[in-house]
C-alpha cells in the first residue's frame, strides 16, 4: 500500500503514534503466541489482516490498470513495479492468515464489497487523477492502519507496518503531479477538486469497515481492555484528526489546496 511518508516532513503525519512515543503496555507490549489467547482480540486481527490482504490486492489490480493510462512507457514500467510490490504484501499477509490457521478468502471476503464500491465510486477519469487518489486515497488508509498497528502485539504490529511501506509512488506521484501543475495551473483546481472528493469517500469507507465488523470496532473505542489498550472515544477523534492533519499536508506537497 502506497504510504508516501518521504514527502511530508519526518515525524509530521499520522504514522507517528502511541507505540513510537510512549513505552509499550498491554497487548503493543506482548507477542502473538501471548495476546492470541485472548478469542475477541484474535478476531480482531484476523479481520485487520483480512482487511489489509484485500486492499493489496485491489491496490495490485488497480495500479495494474492505471498503467494502461500512462504517457510514456518509462512511467507504464515504473507502475508495474509498484503493482508487483503490492501483490507481495498481499502474499505475505495471505501467507500470515494461513500461518495463524485463519482461511485468507474466508478473512477477505467481508471486506470486498466495501473496497470494490470505494473504487468503484472514485474511479479516476485519468493519468493524474489516478496519481492523486494513490497518493491522497491510499495513504489515508494507510495512516488508519498504521494508528491500529500501535495497538497490536509486537509481531502482528511488525507485519502491518512492512506491508505499509511505500512502493514509491509518493514521491513519484508528487514529481508528476507538480510537474503537471506547472505546465497548466488551470489543472490544479480539478485536481484538488478531485482530492477532496477522495478524502471524504476513504474515510466514509474506513469507517463504514470497521463499524460492519464487531470486533475492528471494539479495538478502536476499547470496549474490551484486552483487545486495544489505551483506545477510547476521545483517542479515536485524535486519531482522526491526525489522518486529516496528514492528508493536509500531502496537498500541499501536491502544490494543491486542502
Known amino acids: 500500500m502506497e504510504t508516501p511518508d518521504n514527502a511530508t516532513p519526518a515525524g509530521e503525519n499520522a504514522a507517528e503514534t502511541a507505540a513510537e512515543t510512549e513505552e509499550l503496555t498491554g497487548i503493543a507490549a506482548q507477542d502473538w503466541a501471548t495476546a492470541s489467547a485472548e478469542p ?15 486492499g493489496e490486492l485491489a491496490a495490485f489490480e488497480r495500479l495494474a490498470e492505471d498503467a494502461k493510462l500512462a504517457p510514456t512507457l518509462a512511467d507504464k514500467a515504473e507502475l508495474a513495479k509498484m503493482a508487483s510490490a503490492e501483490f507481495h504484501h498481499f502474499e505475505q499477509l495471505r501467507d500470515r492468515l494461513a500461518a495463524v490457521d485463519a482461511e485468507p478468502t474466508a478473512a477477505m471476503e467481508p471486506f470486498a464489497k466495501a473496497l470494490d464500491d470505494f473504487h468503484r465510486q472514485t474511479a479516476p477519469s485519468d493519468w493524474l487523477e489516478g496519481l492523486v487518489k494513490a497518493y491522497v486515497g491510499d495513504s489515508i488508509a494507510s495512516d488508519f492502519y498504521r494508528e491500529v498497528a500501535a495497538r497490536l502485539d509486537s509481531d502482528t504490529r511488525g507485519l502491518v507496518l512492512s506491508v505499509l511501506d511505500d512502493t514509491g509512488h509518493g514521491n513519484f506521484a508528487v514529481e ?8 497548466d495551473p488551470r489543472v490544479g483546481g480539478r485536481l484538488a477538486l478531485w482530492a477532496r472528493r477522495l478524502m471524504g469517500e476513504a474515510l466514509s469507507q474506513a469507517q463504514r469497515v470497521v463499524a460492519e465488523r464487531d470486533s475492528l470496532s471494539t479495538m478502536l473505542v476499547g470496549g474490551v481492555d484486552s483487545v486495544a489498550a489505551g ?16 492528508h493536509t499536508k500531502r496537498m500541499a506537497a501536491l502544490g494543491l489546496a486542502a
Open 40 to 54: 475477541q482480540y484474535r478476531a480482531a486481527v484476523v479481520d485487520l489482516l483480512g482487511a489489509l490482504a484485500y
Open 231 to 246: 483506545f477510547d472515544l476521545a483517542e479515536v477523534g485524535r486519531m482522526f484528526s491526525r489522518i486529516t492533519e496528514a
Open 176 to 183: 508528476k503531479v507538480r510537474a503537471a501543475i506547472d505546465a
